[in-house]
Nanobody, 120 residues
């Protein structure tokens, strides 16, 4: 069984910063791509940023230049540094990871989500 647990969400004023973390645990052989998604009320879940096991990253246009995704493979952790936050960044943020386990092979796992609220 693989679990992804996010932390770091909260309430922040516009222009502020937050750092999200997501730790993977369980009988993990390796982790391929990891990413952050977000879902605001009434909207579909959308990709925010993704990072490969080699460190190559990609971002949604709306967050380029403000958000930075990174990972620590030894700690099985992915981070999302969010700067210059805007009210429209308000959403539940979810991490996901493509995880290879000893029993199930490669599968996609999701965290439970962490709320980010940006006040104007």
């Amino acid at each position: 069984q693989v679990q992804l647990v996010e932390s770091g969400g909260g309430l922040v004023q516009a222009g502020g910063s937050l750092r999200l973390s997501c730790v993977a645990s369980g009988r993990i052989f390796s982790i391929d791509d990891m990413g952050w998604y977000r879902q605001a009320p009434g909207n579909e879940r959308e990709l925010v940023a993704a990072i490969t096991s080699g460190g190559r990253s990609d971002y949604a246009d709306s967050v380029k230049g403000r958000f930075t995704i990174s990972r620590d493979n030894a700690k099985k952790t992915v981070y999302l540094q969010m700067n210059s936050l805007k009210p429209e960044d308000t959403a539940v943020y979810y991490c996901n990871a493509e995880v290879r386990t000893f029993t199930r092979g490669l599968a996609l796992y999701w965290g439970q989500g962490t709320q980010v609220t940006v006040s104007s």
